[in-house]
Antibody, heavy 111, light 106 residues
Framework: QVQLKESGPGLVQPSQTLSLTCTVSGFSLTSYHVSWVRQPPGKGLEWMGVIWTGGSTAYNSLLKSRLSISRDISKSQVFLKMNSLQTEDTATYYC?????WGQGVMVTVSS | DIQMTQSPSFLSASVGDRVTINCKASQNINKYLNWYQQKLGEAPKRLIYNTNNLQTGIPSRFSGSGSGTDYTLTISSLQPEDFATYFCLQHNSFRTFGGGTKLELK
């Protein structure tokens, strides 16, 4: 069945780079695009960016300068890298196919 | 970028009530509008896609409507398991979420 699972560090220091992996199963990354979405504690959802089926990407204009999304089709993985992290980047980060979502990974930015 | 204004932010209702939640886009989104339900500590779950298409397995008390810039989620008769937070998502141009509606028990 369709599954997405995020993995990555739970704690990142300010000014450092966040690296997250989304491992998918039950579908191909060449058939479905995958987005990254984040949610600060107690707040709403923010769309971060997407990797389309052809491998091109699109980003939230507010995050574009700090964000990179890529993939490894052979491993069924999508990657998120975001640099210059600040405390306001503390959030649960989800990867999503829009109809299916991962469980999310909580990332805290703190020294 | 397209902005999505969702209202109300909070809604108090009782079991059996009919409720509506609205999303207004800053420009025409051509019915590319999804609705999600999120319960505390869980990932969002898609209820409706492309304005009025019910996701498989979602009860028929949920329905969606709208066009152009204005869209509505309707729950015809609230059940205890429906008390949650609801979000809209436009996917006409990139993606933008609405701010959310927390539906609480009156």
């Amino acid at each position: 069945q369709v599954q997405l699972k995020e993995s990555g560090p739970g704690l990142v220091q300010p000014s450092q780079t966040l690296s997250l992996t989304c491992t998918v199963s039950g579908f191909s990354l060449t058939s479905y695009h995958v987005s990254w979405v984040r949610q600060p504690p107690g707040k709403g959802l923010e769309w971060m960016g997407v990797i389309w089926t052809g491998g091109s990407t699109a980003y939230n204009s507010l995050l574009k300068s700090r964000l990179s999304i890529s993939r490894d089709i052979s491993k069924s993985q999508v990657f998120l890298k975001m640099n210059s992290l600040q405390t306001e980047d503390t959030a649960t980060y989800y990867c999503a196919r829009e109809d299916y979502w991962g469980q999310g990974v909580m990332v805290t930015v703190s020294s | 970028d397209i902005q999505m204004t969702q209202s109300p932010s909070f809604l108090s209702a009782s079991v059996g009530d009919r409720v509506t939640i609205n999303c207004k886009a800053s420009q025409n989104i051509n019915k590319y509008l999804n609705w999600y339900q999120q319960k505390l500590g869980e990932a969002p779950k898609r209820l409706i896609y492309n304005t009025n298409n019910l996701q498989t397995g979602i009860p028929s008390r949920f329905s969606g409507s709208g066009s152009g810039t204005d869209y509505t989620l309707t729950i015809s008769s609230l059940q205890p398991e429906d008390f949650a937070t609801y979000f809209c998502l436009q996917h006409n141009s990139f993606r933008t979420f609405g701010g959310g509606t927390k539906l609480e028990l009156k």
